[in-house]
């Protein structure tokens, strides 16, 4: 989830209501419905505001992020380097990513 969502702090909420925030592009309403499913929003009545939009703390988009992703970096599909990229260049069909220490086709 990196630096941003893995906050402990609990008056750190997402800028946005979940309903815009989603990883599949063609399911707008993915974390919404995982909200709804984990039951965080009931759990976190402050993050539910007047007109129905929920705002939830980072962390738990942290764990939403997490969790989808698990099954790609378990099987090598993707490689969660934790490091400040310093460059990103376009490479033919892909990109090259530098960061402190290394370089890495993506």
């Known amino acids: 989830g990196g ?4 906050s402990e702090e609990p008056s750190h909420r997402v800028n946005v209501p ?3 925030m989603s990883l ?7 974390f919404s419905r995982w909200l709804a499913h984990d039951g965080e929003a009931e759990r976190d009545p402050v993050a539910v505001w007047r007109n129905g939009d929920i705002f939830p703390r980072r962390r738990v988009f ?13 099987t090598g599909a993707i490689c969660h380097v934790r490091d400040h990229a ?6 033919g069909d892909g990109w090259i990513v530098t960061t402190s220490n290394q370089q890495i086709a993506a």
Request: charged share 25%.
């Open 3 to 6: 630096l941003a969502y893995s």
């Open 18 to 20: 979940a309903s815009r």
């Open 24 to 30: 599949p592009p063609d399911e707008p309403e993915h």
């Open 62 to 74: 942290g764990r939403y992020i997490a969790e989808h992703l698990a099954p790609y970096v378990e």
């Open 86 to 91: 310093s460059a990103v260049k376009c490479d």
